[in-house]
T-cell receptor, first 114, second 106 residues
Framework: ETGVTQTPRHLVMGMTNKKSLKCEQH?????MYWYKQSAKKPLELMFV???????ENNSVPSRFSPECPNSSHLFLHLHTLQPEDSALYLC?????????????FGEGSRLTVL | AQRVTQPEKLLSVFKGAPVELKCNYS??????LFWYVQYSRQRLQLLLR??SRESIKGFTADLNKGETSFHLKKPFAQEEDSAMYYC????????FGKGTTLSVSS
């Protein structure tokens, strides 16, 4: 498979559950990103990893915990979420962090928190 | 402050009509701007970047530093241009606007 793949595509969870979103890129890129896309809001950058090190953390609540075990994989661990966390979570990758400005996006994981 | 503003949530035009999707930015440094597009049931993808000064699918965008704008234009809209368009600014990271839905009808 090529490009950026996200699983699961849809997730429904209760506020006390623990779940994880997974992202995998097959492009040989060195930077990976998590964005949150909510209705009526711009795409919000959550986390950036470059060469497996976190380089950006935009004041995201601790109930979201990222993990980047290698340059091809990125996880977003979810714990005790709130209903307002329901959104589309997009993963993206780029050749390097802030190089060309071209991000390659996955199709997203649609999260619903009950 | 680093910000991208797309004032129109929805733009509806007829096929063959000119299109202009507005984008304004706020940035203290030398800006690099991009347009991303998301067609129905497809993922978000880069359409064009101002540095390249290219025309993609008939779309062009000129950076106007005086007006801090980067509007996307096409002289004759096609139905297949219907999509969500996002303007983005490269700052400390890539910052996106809220997006504008373009609807082209025949």
């Amino acid at each position: 498979e090529t490009g950026v793949t996200q699983t699961p595509r849809h997730l429904v969870m209760g506020m006390t559950n623990k779940k994880s979103l997974k992202c995998e890129q097959h492009l040989g890129h060195n930077a990976m990103y998590w964005y949150k896309q909510s209705a009526k809001k711009p795409l919000e950058l959550m986390f950036v990893y470059s060469l497996e090190e976190r380089v950006e953390n935009n004041s995201v609540p601790s109930r979201f915990s990222p993990e980047c075990p290698n340059s091809s994989h990125l996880f977003l661990h979810l714990h005790t979420l709130q209903p307002e966390d329901s959104a589309l979570y997009l993963c993206a990758s780029s050749q390097g962090f802030l190089d060309t400005g071209e991000l390659f996006f996955g199709e997203g994981s649609r999260l619903t928190v009950l | 402050a680093q910000r991208v503003t797309q004032p129109e949530k929805l733009l509806s035009v007829f096929k063959g009509a000119p299109v202009e999707l507005k984008c304004n930015y706020s940035y203290s440094g030398s800006p690099e701007l991009f347009w991303y597009v998301q067609y129905s049931r497809q993922r978000l993808q880069l359409l064009l970047r101002h540095i390249s000064r290219e025309s993609i699918k008939g779309f062009t965008a000129d950076l106007n530093k005086g007006e801090t704008s980067f509007h996307l234009k096409k002289p004759f809209a096609q139905e297949e241009d219907s999509a969500m368009y996002y303007c983005a600014l490269k700052a400390s990271a890539l910052i996106f606007g809220k997006g504008t839905t373009l609807s082209v009808s025949s």
